[in-house]
């Protein structure tokens, strides 16, 4: 059974940096994409990011140039590195991984 572990949200100023982490356990590592989503309140769930076991990556436009994806294979994790954070980054924001969802870590970055 696979199951997904998010951590690194909290709140942070517009203008600062976090870190979040999803650490996959069960199944096998690497056989889909890892994917970023986040849901704001009251909105629909949107992609943040991706990347690949080969480490392609790709950003929705909203993040792009200010976040950044990565993976490491031997540790079975995701990361996603979010920089220059804006109001709009506030949300909950979810690991994807082949069928399966995290529980969610909230983010809340004031102005």
């Known amino acids: 059974q696979v199951q997904l572990a998010e951590s690194g949200g909290g709140s942070v100023q517009a203008g600062g940096s976090l870190r979040l982490s999803c650490v996959i356990s069960g199944g096998t590592f690497g056989a889909y994409p890892v994917w970023w989503y986040r849901q704001a309140p009251g909105k629909q769930r949107e992609l943040v990011a991706s990347v690949t076991m080969g480490g392609d990556t790709n950003y929705a436009d909203p993040v792009r140039g200010r976040f950044t994806i990565s993976r490491d294979i031997t540790r079975k994790a995701v990361y996603l590195q979010m920089t220059s954070l804006k109001p709009g980054d506030t949300a909950v924001y979810y690991c994807?991984?082949?069928?399966?969802w995290g529980q969610g870590t909230q983010v809340i970055v004031s102005s």
């Open positions: 994807h991984y082949g069928a399966d």
